[in-house]
């Protein structure tokens, strides 16, 4: 059978939906069953000035072996977005006729007769709209609409994401599948008693992970933790925006915050091997990744009581209302100070982690693309 990929997110600095995709691609590389199949990645033009080979992800697949079977690059003329998906990728999909297409990313070409089997993550912009210009709002709410209703399969990461799907962009239940995204193998990291006072959040900052009660949070606890520091790593894409250093600067904590839109893979290790505590007051997530790989990182964490939250990370977290300035800076306080709370919490971590296998991701998202490309319309 011949796979194809819309694989244009593996370009630039891959976040999210490009993350996503090298995990599964790195895992159908060492997998038996994915070895029998043809597999054509279809990317913008390398070097294109949006992708370009040296900036393709980080992955060990995508490192050593993007060039090697059981996958082959099809560069299409663009750079991606869009017009690409629906005109140049549709056309290069018409005349190369794969058995079907993966696309991992809400939207898929509408004008072809390949099959489709499609991932969404989440539909916030259907739930919550005022988050996106309304230019912004519209084109995913449409696309995304008649993606997933053309689509044969669509896969979502979590039930909740399913059930919003299943509500708000009305496809057949039938042809909704939650396949959950997997995290790392635990690496060995030093016990949080011995690691500095440091509160960590990963992830693109959007106004609704409302990062600025988390600075304000970590402001009100600063004084009685002089050693205490906040890590802030991720591009901000908040819309209004949301000017994070004028606010820490007008909290006098400018010298205890860090900033950063983007760091490595190492540096991110490392910045998770040393953080004793890790924050995400998300109020809407399709499935919420950062804080489960911080927990496989020993790092105890504290999240938004949401419906999701509660699905994802069960009772390995600490809960906290949104808006709750006060409850907040007390969680945060406490898995920074309290050992034993520390403790507590990654021992149902270690229970929990195990759910969330790649291998289990990538063998179950194979079995969805062969079955995509089976079924009839």
Request: charged share 25%; with cysteine; net charge positive.
């Amino acid at each position: 059978m011949h796979i194809a990929v819309d694989a244009r997110e593996l370009g630039g600095r891959p976040t999210g939906v490009g993350t996503y995709l090298t995990r599964l691609l790195d895992e159908w590389a060492r997998l038996p069953q994915a070895s029998v199949h043809r597999w054509s990645l279809y990317t913008p033009e390398m070097g294109s000035g949006t992708f370009s080979r040296a900036e393709m992800g980080s992955g060990t697949f995508l490192r050593e072996q993007l060039c090697q079977t059981p996958f082959s690059v099809r560069e299409v003329r663009g750079r991606g977005g869009t017009w690409w998906e629906q005109r140049a990728l549709a056309a290069a999909l018409r005349r190369d006729k794969p058995d079907v297409l993966f696309a991992p990313g809400y939207t898929a070409p509408l004008a072809m007769r390949v099959p489709v089997v499609l991932t969404v993550h989440d539909v916030s912009f259907f739930a919550h709209p005022e988050w996106f210009s309304r230019r912004e709002g519209l084109r995913r709410r449409m696309l995304t609409r008649q993606s997933a209703r053309r689509a044969r399969l669509v896969l979502t990461d979590s039930e909740f994401s399913r059930q919003e799907i299943l509500r708000r962009v009305r496809v057949p239940a039938d042809r909704v599948q939650v396949i959950r995204l997997g995290i790392p193998p635990p690496p060995v990291v030093p016990a949080a008693a011995f690691r500095p006072l440091t509160l960590l959040f990963v992830g693109s900052i959007l106004n609704r992970r409302r990062v600025p009660d988390l600075v304000r949070a970590f402001a009100a606890l600063a004084p009685d933790l002089p050693e205490a520091r906040l890590e802030l790593v991720g591009d901000n894409r908040t819309r209004p925006f949301q000017d994070l250093d004028a606010l820490v600067c007008s909290l006098g904590i400018r010298d205890r915050v860090a900033v950063r839109s983007y760091v490595s893979d190492e540096v991110l290790a490392r910045l998770y091997s040393e953080a004793r505590a890790f924050a995400f007051l998300s109020e809407y997530e399709g499935f919420g990744l950062t804080p489960l790989e911080a927990l496989a990182h020993g790092v105890p964490v504290v999240v938004l009581d949401t419906p999701i939250a509660r699905e994802v990370y069960e009772d390995a977290a600490l809960y906290v209302r949104p808006g709750d300035i006060e409850a907040t800076t007390a969680a945060l306080r406490r898995l920074l100070t309290d050992a034993a709370a520390r403790d507590a919490q990654l021992a149902c971590a270690a229970r929990l982690l195990p759910r969330y296998s790649w291998p289990d991701a990538a063998r179950a998202t194979l079995a969805a693309i062969e079955r995509g490309a089976a079924c009839q319309s």
